[in-house]
């Protein structure tokens, strides 16, 4: 994937415009002891333009790539998801936090419901890696943190980018996660880009749907690596005895590789999970 190029812009002092980062390009991230850090907008996830005249003085997320991302920025925050997709409005009513990060599964009506309360919210954009770094620029601009900012978008960036040297004349092979009884993940999902960037090809493709994976389909597409979770109760043994996994190459040739799934979360901590699965999938380029 392309390296954005970030640029310092010197804003007079005078100025008193709002600048706007766009989620397609990051502007100039002002620095100076003499510039002015708000107004400040952004575009979030849904588009939306996020505006903030002052420093927040309390915060709200929900959504794990949230609080990450507050985590990482060094930012106190108050969790206000309700671990169903929606949000606990009386809480935020309590709380009146001037900005909400919010994860993208969040529901868009519970969104809204919590700006008409007067704080404003940022919707993560936490699909991919790409993504996260965008948020770690806006939101620490939102928070008057552009400084943790870069250094966090430079520590995700560097991890990445070793990753892809180690991978640059590697084959991409043919995967499926299981994230329990054959449950998984789709290819546009999070864990379907980091597949992607760690040299994989998700065979699940962009339909999977919820409850288990068709074995019929599976043996159809033929996954060379089978992933699964360090907790998982399955086996070689145990694959090679069902009739309907027995038959998969990744079960033939004994490739079924165990990953911690909690390194696969959206959030800056999951370039660690990506290392890790990309030296899954491919031994050879990190020994």
């Known amino acids: ?129 790409d993504g996260i770094e965008q948020a770690l620029s806006d939101v620490s601009l939102l928070t008057g943190v552009p400084v943790r900012g870069r250094m966090e978008r430079k520590q995700l960036f560097e991890g990445r980018e070793s990753v892809r040297t180690a991978l640059a004349t590697a084959k991409p092979v043919r995967v499926f996660i299981d994230l329990g009884r054959f449950t998984t993940a789709s290819d546009s999902s999070f864990i379907g880009s980091l597949i992607r960037e760690a040299g994989g090809i998700d065979v699940a493709g962009p339909d999977a749907q919820e409850g ?19 907790h998982s109760p399955l086996t070689l043994v145990k694959l090679r005895h069902k009739p309907a996994t027995r038959w998969l190459p990744a079960v033939r040739s004994g490739r079924l590789v165990r990953v911690d799934l909690r390194l696969l979360g959206p959030g800056p901590d999951a370039v660690s999970g990506l290392r890790e699965l990309a030296a899954a999938l491919h031994p050879d380029a990190f020994s």
């Open 1 to 129: 994937m392309p390296l954005r190029r970030l640029s310092l812009l010197a804003l007079p002092l005078a100025l008193a415009l709002p600048f706007v980062l766009s989620a397609c390009g990051e502007k100039s991230e002002p620095t100076g002891a003499g510039v002015r850090l708000y107004p400040v907008s952004v575009h979030d996830a849904d588009g939306q333009v996020v505006t903030l005249r002052a420093k927040p003085k309390a915060i709200a997320v929900a959504g794990g790539a949230s609080a990450e991302l507050a985590s990482a920025l060094g930012l106190a925050a108050t969790r206000v998801g309700t671990g169903s997709g929606q949000l606990d409005l009386g809480l935020i009513s309590k709380l009146k936090p001037q900005l909400i990060l919010v994860g993208s599964g969040i529901d868009k009506i519970a969104v809204r419901k919590a700006r008409a309360l007067g704080p404003a919210a940022y919707v993560v954009p936490d699909q991919t890696l």
């Open 212 to 230: 288990p994976f068709p074995l019929q389909r599976l043996r159809r597409l033929r996954p060379e690596v089978l992933l699964i979770s360090t």
